[in-house]
RNA sequence: CGGGGUGUAGCGUAGCCCGGUAUCGCGCCACAUUUGGGAUGUGGAGGUCGUAGGUUCGAAUCCUGCCACCCCGACCA
């Protein structure tokens, strides 16, 4: 705990790395690939999924839960779907275990428990609930379903980062069917828009809402919708999908309504989720080489308070002052904790607070005993002051919004400091090399020149931006006309 | 799956070339002194050296097999 993080300009993913475990988010296990997520971290996760279910609960969504396994039939029912996905599944084959007749104590997979049909761990939910829902919809007055569910799931990874790539994840997947094409799409953009205003107001991250390429489209969708944003070395993330699935998943599953004028009609779909890899964005977006630093409507702790003191005595009276302060402070809805450890210093307290993000951080000793007074520091700035005790309330209050909107504030200059508009292509590589971010450019719409800038650069179409505006250009490739520009960036 | 690397205490490591029962730091426990930016001292606990075999009087060290993990590619929310 005493060696400082590795610097982010020095080893961006070492930093990364060291902060998520040093900073009792979250740690690798015995399982390749799967991490666990520690009590810090995941408080800050509920803080996430109870901003998020309420937003879902406001337009209309229940929650519901779907199984674990999907039959190997029911996966390969719509096409694109299984083969986008069959590359990582996780696969059930046996029911049993045997002890081994040849190896005292171990145990063997029994070879006459083999399933009649395989299991699939679930790495996205389409095909078991498309299923489901045949069930449900027979007519037009049984639309829409509004469907979500909280879950983890299982995609089997190559290489894995704790919170950005990990073989199992938990997420939440919306799934919901329409009667019309309309409402589907009306859906999908919706739940783009409390995505983005999800991590805009409660993670304090700027995000950019786009399309996906056809590249880059869910196995499956008619078209992807994307929330996109910067991290601080420049690469982007991807934070949030939502998918419009059109009719596929209705053709795959057979699933058809009577409408009002008796005909029988596919209905239409969307899917939308974001996952614990939003941890990872929160985590890069916003802290420095000192440890996290957490948007103040996140923090599973807003204000700590450490006592300065001399002996039991000196405790004592500094924790009678801070009582008050602390009753005072969980009226008003603020979430404190008062360390009056005396295992360790203070010192020791105010560098492991600023590890963990904590926004607010007050200090009282003797000193302010004398002075009526206390010490009020905030992690985004690293700045203090010394306040009367009788402001520091209202004064705290304040602080907390002033953390929250300058960090987004930090956040959002940085992004868009960094879209660079290009229009050639050795400008490109040379944006790309020595200041990453996204790089603002025309493309003339094909596939072939995505891969081709891929396979040159590593960057792709992170989106086509929503807000992108008309304009005449050539492909910064290919010189082929393009009608406006997209945005390309090395990504996680 | 291709190429490279590493497994020694909870974590990070030295020792390996040249064989003699394991070094140092952090952390942990106890006591004392400390407490306004990661305290100090003294004492202490903790290791089948990844695993299975081989060579040898003797293996962390040499040889062989296996396993796991990490890095670079390919793949990816």
Redo the contacts with the bound molecule.
């Keep these: 705990?005493?060696e400082?993080l590795p610097k982010r300009s020095e080893d961006y993913s070492g930093w990364y790395n060291e902060l998520v475990k040093r900073a009792d988010l979250a740690e690798?296990s015995e399982v390749?690939g799967c991490m666990v997520i520690k009590p810090y971290g995941y408080s800050i996760w509920e803080k996430m999924q109870q901003a998020l279910d309420k937003m879902f609960k406001e337009t209309g969504h229940t929650n519901a839960y779907f199984p674990l396994f999907v039959p190997k039939s029911l996966f390969e029912a719509e096409e694109k779907n299984a083969e986008g996905f069959a590359?990582?599944c996780a696969v059930v084959t046996h029911y049993r275990l045997k002890t081994d007749p040849n190896n005292k104590g171990k145990l063997i997979v029994d070879p006459e428990a083999k399933l009649e049909e395989e299991l699939i761990v679930r790495p996205t939910s389409e095909a078991i609930i498309w299923k489901t829902y045949k069930n449900w919809v027979q007519s037009y007055r049984d639309l829409p379903i509004l469907i979500n569910q909280w879950a983890n799931v299982v995609?089997w990874?190559?290489?894995?980062r704790l919170f950005?790539?990990?073989?199992e994840?938990l997420w939440q997947e919306g799934h919901t069917a329409h009667a019309t094409k309309e409402e589907a799409l009306f859906e999908t953009t919706q739940m783009l828009d409390i995505y983005a205003t999800f991590a805009e107001q409660y993670m304090a991250l700027p995000v950019v809402k786009g399309v996906k390429t056809e590249n880059e489209r869910f196995a499956g969708a008619d078209d992807t919708y994307c929330i996109e944003a910067l991290m601080q070395d420049g690469k982007a993330l991807?934070a949030g999908?939502s998918h419009f699935l059109g009719q596929n998943f209705a053709h795959a599953f057979d699933v058809k309504y009577q409408s009002k004028e008796g005909k029988l009609e596919h209905v239409w779909g969307t899917s939308w989720g974001v996952?614990t890899?939003l941890m990872g964005a929160l985590i890069m977006a916003h802290s420095d080489d000192d440890g996290l630093v957490l948007p103040p409507v996140l923090a599973p702790i807003q204000v700590v308070i450490v006592p300065?003191?001399?002996?039991d005595d000196g405790l004592k009276l500094i924790s009678e002052k801070v009582q008050q302060i602390v009753e005072e402070l969980k009226r008003k809805g603020i979430s404190v904790k008062y360390d009056n450890r005396?295992t360790h210093?203070?010192?020791?307290k105010?560098?492991?607070y600023?590890?963990k993000g904590v926004p607010v951080r007050l200090?009282?000793?003797?000193?302010?005993l004398e002075n009526g007074t206390i010490?009020v520091?905030r992690r985004d700035t690293k700045t203090?002051e010394t306040l009367p005790v009788a402001d520091v309330v209202p004064h705290i209050e304040q602080l907390l919004n002033d953390i929250q909107n300058n960090i987004f504030q930090k956040a959002l200059e940085f992004r868009n400091s960094n879209i660079t508009k290009v229009d050639n292509f050795e400008d490109f590589k040379k944006v790309l090399a020595e200041k990453g971010g996204f790089i603002s450019a025309h493309w003339d719409g094909t596939n072939k020149t995505e891969d081709k800038i891929k396979e040159l650069t590593k960057a792709t179409i992170r989106c086509i931006p929503l807000d992108a505006v008309a304009e005449v250009g050539n492909c910064v490739y290919s010189g082929a006309p393009s009608s406006k520009r997209v945005l390309f960036a090395q990504a996680y």
């Design positions: 705990m005493s400082a690798n390749r590359k990582e995609r990874e190559m290489r894995t950005l790539r990990t073989a994840f991807q999908t996952s890899r300065i003191y001399k002996g005396d210093k203070p010192g020791w105010f560098a492991e600023e590890l200090a009282m000793g003797q000193r302010d010490e520091a203090k």
